[in-house]
């Protein structure tokens, strides 16, 4: 508290572009291995993104080191917009005192983040397009074949108005809904539980970050789905109407996948959302309290 919601709309904003300028290549690595073999029963595709590490690599030779940071531009237009509204929303119910409540944190984390996600869901859209654009042979999933993100909305645009920008929305909102609230919910108190056990010094960077990779655990169990949906909604071809052609919707995409890939095709590139949401919890919630502070 003690800062206007206004303010936190710029320093949310901020925090969020800082933190995924670093956690950018591992949302492209994450990125490939949620739309490699799509609908398609395991062990009957070719798998050029096996685990994180071989999956940045490959990255790395199809692509080249600026690869790992393919739809950056969109990713920091995405964080700015969903953080931004997403602390903004938050700080107006905590100055309110309904996160004082019981559940009152995880409502209000809940709530911001599915406001944040509407607002942001164009530059999801485009960036998802982009970071899933490489070489022929290495290729999973759809390829739009963007030049740009200008051009990328501009196309989008003019295929499908504005309708279309927000296309794969009703997989964005329960993904930070369902993240936003438990990440808001798990952070503080994972926190707080590694330095009860004295594992490091209240306060200190280390329990902070440690703080962050147990809040990530939570945070990427349950998110993790909702994030591989979003990603298959986002990136599926459309007909000239707009409508997908492999998925129709939210539960249609959660049913195809579970009955083509099995359950386990709901958690791929798990390794990649925590080693991600780790840090990018810790950094965007670093920056956000001290720019604050500040």
Request: hydrophobic share 45%; charged share 15%; with cysteine.
């Amino acid at each position: 508290g003690g800062v206007p919601p206004a303010t936190d709309l710029v320093l949310g904003a901020t925090a969020g572009c800082l933190a995924c300028f670093l956690t950018n290549p591992l949302e492209v690595v994450k990125t490939r291995l949620q739309l490699q073999g799509e609908l398609q029963p395991p062990g009957t595709y070719p798998r050029p993104y096996r685990g994180v590490l071989r999956a940045a690599v490959a990255v790395c030779r199809a692509d080249g080191l600026r690869g790992l940071q393919k739809g950056l531009a969109a990713g920091l237009l995405y964080q700015g917009l969903m953080n931004g509204v997403r602390f903004y929303c938050y700080s107006h119910a905590e100055n309110a005192g309904w996160t004082g409540y019981p559940g009152g944190t995880v409502a209000a984390g809940a709530v911001a983040g599915a406001v944040g996600a509407v607002v942001g869901s164009p530059a999801y859209l485009v960036k998802t397009h982009l970071q899933a654009q490489t070489l022929s042979a290495m290729a999973v999933g759809h390829q739009h074949n963007h030049e740009s993100i200008s051009a990328a909305f501009k196309s989008i645009y003019q295929q499908h108005g504005v309708v279309g920008l927000w296309r794969g929305v009703t997989g964005a909102v329960p993904r930070v809904a369902v993240g936003s609230a438990v990440q808001l919910a798990t952070f503080a108190s994972a926190k707080d539980w590694v330095c009860e056990r004295q594992w490091f010094r209240k306060g200190s960077w280390a329990a902070v970050l440690a703080g962050g990779m147990v809040s990530g655990v939570a945070v990427a169990v349950t998110m993790t789905p909702f994030d591989v949906i979003s990603t298959r909604l986002y990136n599926q071809p459309v007909d000239a109407d707009g409508t997908g052609k492999l998925y129709r919707g939210f539960l249609d995409c959660i049913l195809q996948i579970s009955s083509k890939e099995g359950l386990l095709g709901l958690y791929k590139g798990i390794g990649a959302v925590y080693l991600r949401l780790g840090p990018h919890t810790v950094l965007s919630l670093f920056f956000w309290d001290k720019l604050r502070n500040m």
